[in-house]
């Protein structure tokens, strides 16, 4: 699957989860996505969960945040 029909599977809808991104066609956050490996669970877990979640969607949500972290959002003010 190419880098761009990952980032399709990403949907920012203000009528939907309140214009959270989301996987496409549920209501399941890209962050619970992402906080859930930064747990340490894996894919599987993730998708044993969320049946509706296939791993092109985990794959979907990482490249979401890559995209997000290229644009410098967010940043630590030094010194803490």
């Known amino acids: 699957m190419t880098y761009e029909a990952l980032l399709n599977r990403v949907?920012?809808?203000?009528?939907?989860?309140?214009?959270k991104p989301c996987i496409r066609g549920t209501r399941i956050y890209i962050a619970v996505i992402l906080d859930g490996l930064?747990?340490?669970?894996?894919?599987?877990q993730i998708i044993d969960h969320y049946p509706q979640v296939t791993l092109d969607d985990i794959h979907a949500a990482l490249a979401y945040g890559a995209e997000l972290s290229r644009e410098n959002?967010?940043?630590?003010?030094?010194?803490?």
């Open 11 to 19: 949907s920012v809808d203000p009528n939907v989860c309140g214009g």
């Open 38 to 44: 930064a747990e340490g669970l894996t894919p599987e």
């Open 73 to 80: 959002i967010w940043k630590v003010p030094v010194g803490q």
